[in-house]
């Protein structure tokens, strides 16, 4: 709890909302990693990563996002969401060695869902399926691994 009260203290980690809602449903085209919903990642905390290629702010914090998805700590906790994005996925995934799930969102459904205004934005879910924080701007392997803490 004092890890979570001193990222929100030094803006690391925005809360969603006052109150916790259920995390509305994924997006069902996979990229990769075949298809994934919302039951299967009950009960265990959850990062999703939203980004496009034709993000710049996203390639930078792609190598951070493979690195965090193969330690320990986020090891099966990982999935991202590619939002209306016409740009070179499959490159872009192999550049980046990303190998965990990755959802297509072409017409940025889920992202509105989901609350996501810029990208990247990083949506943490607690074991329940709540999302418990979203944040915008650049993740490191420090950060999220942190975030994924107080989801816990």
């Known amino acids: 709890m004092a890890v979570a009260a001193g990222l929100l203290a ?5 809360p969603a909302s006052t109150k916790l809602t259920p995390a ?5 085209a996979a990229l990769q990693g075949g298809p994934v919903t919302l039951a299967a990642v009950h009960g265990h905390p959850e990062v999703i990563a939203f980004f496009a290629t034709w993000c710049t ?4 914090e792609a190598s951070a996002v493979a690195s965090f998805a193969n330690s320990r700590a986020g ?7 590619d939002d209306a994005d016409s740009g070179n996925t499959r490159g872009f995934l192999a550049e980046y060695h990303w190998t965990f799930p990755v959802l297509n969102d072409p017409d940025s459904t ?18 329940k399926g709540e999302i418990v ?7 490191t392997v420090a950060s999220l691994t942190r975030a994924l803490a107080t989801a816990s």
């Open 57 to 60: 702010a996203c390639h930078h």
């Open 133 to 139: 924080a979203r944040d915008t701007g650049p993740q």
């Open 75 to 81: 090891r099966g906790r990982v999935l991202a969401v």
């Open 10 to 14: 030094y803006g690391l980690l925005a």
């Open 110 to 127: 889920t992202a509105q869902a989901y609350g996501v205004l810029h990208l990247p934005t990083t949506v943490l879910l607690n074991a």
């Open 24 to 28: 509305p449903p994924l997006p069902r």
